[in-house]
């Protein structure tokens, strides 16, 4: 006899009280979040929070998503389709036979088939809206949440019927299972950041320009160390957070804008970068801003000219961008420039380009 005939018996629709029982919502909150701490451990061991992110759906814009390294999504995705696959065969997943409830076919009481079930995984967008759909099992008579409706499944309280070892074997497989998901895709043990040492590479200029008489631009910033440890695993990652110093002179009677190109970019012939331009004058100030940079500026005015600085801070990197970055200043009035400078960010330090 068969997993799938041994558990088979009567239709749930057959029931009410006298068939297998639907399953309880607690039960099923449950389950999902066994089932997900499996798919997010996964994600966590491919070594991409973002893949985590991406699969709960808290990837807010294209940027974020652009940010995954898709190598290490396909190991996520593809326990995920395991998963479905599995539940689509027997009606179980490792956190349904954990708590023992089973997705079968609501006329017949069988499994739905991988089909089925991979249309119900995509149908539960309907449901995450504004959750309604996943609390509609407490008030719905046979407990089903939207996706089940369109697909013809409902969610009983059913074990495998198996003899007592495979049985054993088979429960004690999925707690393993369930028990290493929470562990790795729930609970961090320890985390520790650590910021490196302030690394700085300097560049000086002077001509007779009135727009900018001297100056100089400093490149670095701070590698940010962080480890994140869970179960027996601990996972460091290393980022750089690239700072730029433009500070210049010029003649107190020069009214130029001026404008300051910086990119930002992991070393590699074909890895995306951070280009932004900033526009300075004295009667506008500076513009645009950029949320992912935090900008300080400043003038001093003197008898014997102004002294202008501008500060800049990269505060939220791309999970990409690493700990080797090469940062290139450019200080432009008009079509003209004024001033360049470029560093190689390293975790022992700046080098010059």
């Known amino acids: 006899m068969t997993t799938e005939d041994a558990a ?18 607690g039960a099923r909150v449950v389950a999902a979040l066994l089932d997900n701490g499996i798919v997010a451990g996964v994600a966590w061991l491919a070594g991409t929070d973002a893949a985590v992110r991406l699969y709960f759906g808290m990837a807010a814009s294209s940027a974020r998503v ?6 290490a999504i396909a190991w996520p995705l593809g326990v995920l389709a395991v998963i479905l696959v599995v539940q689509g065969v027997t009606g179980w997943t490792p956190g349904k036979l954990v708590t023992g ?3 079968v076919d609501g006329g017949s009481g069988r499994p739905a088939g991988a089909i089925r079930v991979l249309g119900r995984q995509l149908w539960h967008f309907l449901d995450a809206i504004c959750f309604l759909g996943y609390l509609r099992p407490l008030v719905h008579e046979r407990r089903r949440t939207i996706a089940d409706s369109i697909t013809g499944t409902v969610v009983v309280e059913q074990l495998p019927r198996l003899p007592r070892r495979p049985r054993i074997a088979i429960h004690a497989a999925a707690l393993v299972v369930c028990a290493l998901g929470i562990g790795y895709g729930y609970v961090p043990i320890s985390g520790a950041a650590a910021s490196g040492t302030d690394v700085v590479e300097l560049c000086d200029v002077e001509n007779d320009d009135p727009r900018l008489t001297s100056g ?13 440890r869970r179960l027996w695993t601990v996972r460091s990652t290393a980022t750089a957070k690239p700072r730029v110093i433009v500070r210049w002179n010029s003649d107190q009677a020069s009214d130029s804008v001026y404008r300051i190109k910086v990119r930002v970019r992991p070393l590699g012939e074909n890895d995306p970068s951070i280009s932004n331009t900033w526009r300075i004058s004295r009667h506008r100030g500076v513009s645009p801003h950029f949320s992912r940079w935090s900008v300080t500026p400043s003038r001093i005015d003197r008898a014997d000219g102004d002294v202008d600085t501008f500060e800049l801070r990269l505060n939220r990197a791309p999970e990409n961008l690493g700990q080797h970055v090469r940062i290139d200043v450019r200080v432009l009035a008009g079509d003209d420039e004024l001033m360049t400078c470029s560093g190689t960010m390293r975790p022992e330090g700046v080098s010059p380009v």
């Open 66 to 71: 652009n940010e995954v390294e898709w190598p």
């Open 216 to 228: 100089e631009v400093s490149v670095g910033g701070e590698i940010l160390t962080e480890s994140d």
């Open 8 to 25: 088979a018996e009567p239709s749930p629709d057959a029931a009410g009280g006298q068939g297998v029982p639907y399953a309880s919502w």
């Open 101 to 103: 409830i089973r997705v």
